[in-house]
């Protein structure tokens, strides 16, 4: 069967509800807060990151303004590299009466709001690097919990369904931080509190609808600091479908990183767009439009074909013709073109390839520790990409590399999804 998983050992009739493998489907309503949870979190993250950090960037040193939102991102995402696995673990070993993702959920949106808040306020680059720490720090405990969430209540059958729809959450979210962007006109200021309102008020659906078994504790073995640190190591000889998946998505969000993080500077310095925050918000616009459309349909196709890689392939092959799109073609009609490839690209790999990924977890008394490490997949590129970025338009020939570099890196991860064995 196609769409098979190995059993865990702890799954059976004895197994604990928390634990047992999901055969009933998720609500409608439950899936909305999921969904919700989603745009929170890609709100918070990238109002900030595509608009409000490099606005803020130019504000106190223009000049500078490259390395600077390169500095901020990378330390960010150095954050979220132990963030994401570590609440994820955490929140496997939870036993709250509210269940185990659920108070992650809600203290890590808390933590993030009020990281932005202070953000907002911040006028050197040191400040402006602790508190983007902090909002990674936060923002990475609701997605670790949310991300695990689906593996613990969503069966098989209905993950590529679910997956496109938190897609499309995501493009939400991140739609929403182009639309702040371009409303405060500037302000940046006024953008990150627009970021925490929203990052804020989006977990609460899902909380008052969490379908989040709690965790008895009869079913926790000891907690030894040795063994639990040494479980963060998932043996890619042991699971070889593991580490395969996580080095496309890894190379795969490389490349996306590549083709978005210097847009704002992009649209400025090149294209000479006049107001480069409203470009950021109709590229983003047409990139979420395409990504909706198409995360929808293809994880439910899959779903019904009962396959995977070869939407993770053609996918991945789009997402890089976006950035061969951007480099040969550096003008506004080819940025709308590389937008809206990127976005049909991006919308059937996230809903497809986060089902796969989902399929090839070794075990569910860990599947939040897992989502996590796969989830550094997502976090990494955030430090790999701004720093080729910064090489490739200072030193290495300018924006064309810089896409072209994009377009290669990505071709690398269709490439790699070929040796995944244990889904079709």
């Known amino acids: 069967m196609s769409l098979s998983k190995k059993p865990s050992p702890l799954d059976g009739t004895a197994a604990a509800a928390a634990l047992a493998e999901p055969v009933q489907k998720v609500t409608a309503r439950w899936v909305t807060g999921l969904v919700l949870v989603n745009v929170g979190i890609n709100a918070a993250f990238f109002g900030p990151i595509n608009v409000f950090i490099g606005q803020q960037a130019i504000s106190i040193d223009a000049p500078g303004k490259e390395a600077i939102l390169s500095l901020v991102t990378a330390c960010g995402a150095a954050v979220s590299l132990v963030a994401n696995p570590l609440f994820g673990a955490l929140s496997d070993r939870t036993t709250s009466r509210l269940g185990r993702r659920s108070p992650w959920v809600l203290a890590g949106a ?5 990281a932005l808040l202070a953000m907002s306020f911040s006028s ?4 402006m690097v602790l508190f983007w720490c902090l909002v990674q720090l936060g923002a990475n405990a609701a997605y670790a919990a949310i991300t695990a969430a689906v593996p613990d209540r969503v069966p098989v059958a209905q993950r590529g369904g679910v997956g496109g729809l938190a897609a499309m959450g995501q493009t939400l979210g991140i739609l929403t931080g182009a639309v702040f962007g371009a409303v405060v006109t500037g302000n940046f200021m006024v953008g990150y509190w627009l970021c925490a309102a929203a990052l804020l008020l989006s977990v609460l659906p899902y909380l008052f609808h969490r379908n989040d078994p709690a965790l008895p504790k009869s079913e926790l073995e000891a907690f030894r600091p040795r063994a639990f640190i040494n479980g963060f190591w998932i043996s890619p000889l042991r699971y070889p479908d ?3 998946a996580w080095l496309t998505r890894f190379l795969v969000n490389v490349g996306n990183q590549l083709t978005i993080v210097y847009l704002l500077f992009f649209l400025r310095d090149v294209i000479g767009y006049p107001d480069p925050a409203a470009g950021v918000l109709v590229l983003t616009g047409i990139y979420a439009v395409m990504v909706m459309i198409t995360a929808v349909l293809a994880g439910p196709w899959s779903d019904r074909v009962g396959r995977r890689k070869p939407f993770v392939i ?8 976006a950035g061969a799109i951007m480099a ?16 049909i690209g991006f919308g059937a790999y996230l809903a497809v390839d986060f089902a796969l990924l989902t399929q090839v977890l070794p075990f569910a008394v860990s599947r939040g520790k897992d989502m996590g490490v796969i989830n550094v997949a997502n976090s990494l ?17 300018g924006y064309r590399t810089l896409f072209l570099a994009a377009a290669v890196i990505g071709l690398l991860g269709a490439f790699f999804v070929v040796k995944i064995k244990g889904v079709d």
């Open 124 to 127: 050197a680059v040191a400040l």
């Open 314 to 321: 053609g996918s991945s092959a789009t997402i890089a013709m």
């Open 328 to 343: 040969f073609f550096p003008v506004w009609p080819g940025a709308l073109a590389g937008a809206a490839v990127l976005g």
């Open 242 to 244: 593991f580490a395969w």
């Open 381 to 397: 590129p955030q430090v790999v990409a701004p720093a080729l970025a910064l090489v490739a338009v200072t030193f290495a020939g």
């Open 110 to 114: 808390v933590l993030a709001t009020a």
